[in-house]
């Protein structure tokens, strides 16, 4: 499991603990949906049965992160066909999106920030193909948290004050803010009536009520009221694809991440860049890792913001971006003593100077959780909202928060990534699985918008290299770079690593001991000798595994 901070950005006992069991496991950003998903295990039912009651419960108990207003990715491992897939479900533009009706401001708050939301398909589809729990029996938890009430955690507290800005500008602020427009503190109890009577619905009628039926015509008609665009066409003819997974090797293990709207390739391209630098260049102990991880994720990073978008308009060469021969090009742009500066996350017709250009070659708020059982299959998910809360607002009595992932699009002419009719969005919900000598071993996700890109690396290179269980891996200390020279760290890295970093003129921003703006992971390792699975959660935010 894992335990909570405390006022002072440490660990409430000192440490946490690693999380076993033979019979299965779920790592979630929140106690009481990693408990939901363990009582469907107990009760006889499969990773796909519960993942779908962790989502669900997670829309209640963290209703600023995730929810059926969102959108998401999830890998499905299926044991008994040896078969790994990618499901997305991350939604698309409404068919009236255009770049004239959006402001940075328009496409991140407000009646046309969202996408067509994806989660709730993308969860009846995972029940569809692999699901053996009645459908309406996987909602239980949820409804009754959201109905009878449930603590709110420091860090759900803490979200919701933050959030207050956004939320006051819109009527359904009413669900979370008092008369006086104060919200709830941590510690108490906090109940959603609304998001019951909409969960009961799903429940009792599957996702037609959402997609063609009763919730469609509120969704519309709320949004519809305050200026929106979305229609009851977009989402009656929303649909979530099966997807095969992209993959590289890495020091002989193989990684799998979901392709293309998903931005998962630029966590795979960081680590073939790493493969080409021997164990041994690697000083994990001074300031060389860190400073190759940097300048790889730079180069990384400036290729994703060149080649990411719809990829039905603007296909991803991914043969070449994974290629053993272009990571070994890239390698050669990397000096051990020289800082390079980063084009920052975004597209800009005019780059930051001097920053990295993409590389030459021929032709050319967020969750995660994962869910293993007893049969060895296993389901890892990052779904999203975009923001706090999304769009801020929940349309016509349904309680749902909306999506804001319009904001993951570009304004500029020029980008791969501009709004438009209809178009997926270059997202970052990145979930991966590794397996090694053709058999599972491990799950890894996070949120962290684009920072997922360089938190999940740095989790495989603690798992692969390092040698770290899943828990430790997880609560290694970790780094982001951001734009030019800048770099945010954890204050937990060593006095040697920070000061050599500085010498070579990355400029250092600490974060603090555990920070939130580097992610908030969870993950799932098997022993394949014993079968034993080990689980991960992130003390950062208010992840726990436990097993059965």
């Known amino acids: 499991m894992s335990v909570s901070l405390n006022a002072n950005g440490n660990l409430e006992d000192g440490e946490s603990h690693l999380a076993q069991s033979d019979e299965g496991m779920v790592a979630s950003a929140n106690p009481l949906a990693t408990g939901a998903g363990l009582r469907i295990l107990k009760s006889g039912g499969n990773a796909v049965d519960a993942a779908v009651t962790v989502a669900a419960t997670l829309n209640v108990v963290e209703p600023f992160m995730s929810g059926v207003g969102g959108i998401g990715v999830s890998l499905v491992y299926w044991a008994k066909d040896d078969q790994l897939r990618a499901l997305d479900f991350s939604g698309n533009a409404p068919s009236g999106a255009a770049t004239q009706l959006f402001t940075d401001e328009r496409k991140s708050l407000g009646s046309i920030a ?19 729990k009645e459908w309406e029996v996987l909602f239980k938890d949820a409804i009754e948290f959201a109905q009878e009430g449930f603590q709110l955690t420091r860090f759900g507290g803490e979200m919701i004050q933050n959030s207050v800005p956004r939320l006051s500008n819109f009527p359904s602020s009413e669900i979370l803010l008092d008369q006086s427009g104060a919200p709830p503190c941590s510690g108490e109890t ?7 009577s909409s969960l009961r619905k799903i429940a009792e009628k599957g996702v037609d009520t959402f997609y063609t039926g009763e919730l469609a015509d509120s969704i519309v008609s709320g949004l519809s009221e305050l200026g929106g665009i979305l229609t009851k066409d977009d989402l009656a003819n929303y649909s979530p694809s099966w997807k095969e997974p992209i993959t590289i090797e890495y020091r002989g293990d193989t990684i799998y991440a979901p392709p293309p709207n998903s931005t998962a390739f630029q966590i795979l391209q960081t680590l073939k860049l790493l493969d080409q630098f021997d164990l041994e260049e690697l ?8 400073h190759i991880f940097i300048e790889a994720v730079k180069l990384a990073v400036s290729d994703r913001i060149q080649y990411a978008g719809d990829p039905k308009i603007n296909p991803v060469p991914l043969n070449v971006l994974l290629s053993e021969e272009y990571a070994l090009s890239q390698k050669r742009r990397i000096d051990f003593k020289k800082v390079n500066d980063s084009p920052g996350d975004r597209f800009l017709q005019h780059r930051p100077a001097k920053s990295l250009m993409p590389g030459e070659f021929d032709g ?14 296993v389901v890892n998910v990052t779904q999203t909202l975009g923001g706090a809360f999304g769009s801020a607002l929940a349309p016509k009595d349904t309680g749902i928060f909306m999506n804001n992932m319009c904001h993951w699009f570009d304004l500029e002419e020029g980008s791969p990534n ?3 009719p209809g178009k997926k969005v270059d997202f970052c919900c990145s979930p991966t699985q590794i397996f090694r000598e ?10 962290g918008s684009w920072g997922i890109m360089q938190t999940t690396p740095q989790i495989i290179v603690n798992l692969l290299d390092r040698g770290m269980d899943i828990q430790n891996a997880i609560e290694a200390p970790r780094l982001k770079s951001t734009i030019g020279r800048k ?11 920070i000061n050599g970093l500085k010498l070579l003129g990355h400029e250092i921003t600490d974060i603090g001991p555990y920070s939130r703006a580097v992610g908030g992971a969870q993950g799932i390792t098997r022993d394949e000798a014993s079968g034993r699975f080990y689980g991960g959660a992130d003390p950062r935010r208010d992840g726990y595994a436990e097993g059965l």
Do not use: C
């Open 418 to 420: 501009i709004i438009g």
């Open 487 to 497: 770099v945010e760290t954890e204050s937990r890295f060593s006095t040697e690593t």
């Open 114 to 132: 969202m996408l067509v939301p994806g989660n709730l398909a993308g969860w009846w589809e995972m029940h569809q193909s692999y699901g053996s």
């Open 438 to 447: 053709e058999k599972f071993f491990a799950s890894v996700g996070t949120p």
């Open 190 to 196: 906090l109940k959603l009536p609304l998001l019951a």
């Open 364 to 377: 050319g708020m967020t969750t995660h959780f994962a869910v293993a059982d007893k049969y060895g299959n």
């Open 283 to 290: 000083n994990f102990t001074g300031s060389d890792f860190p």
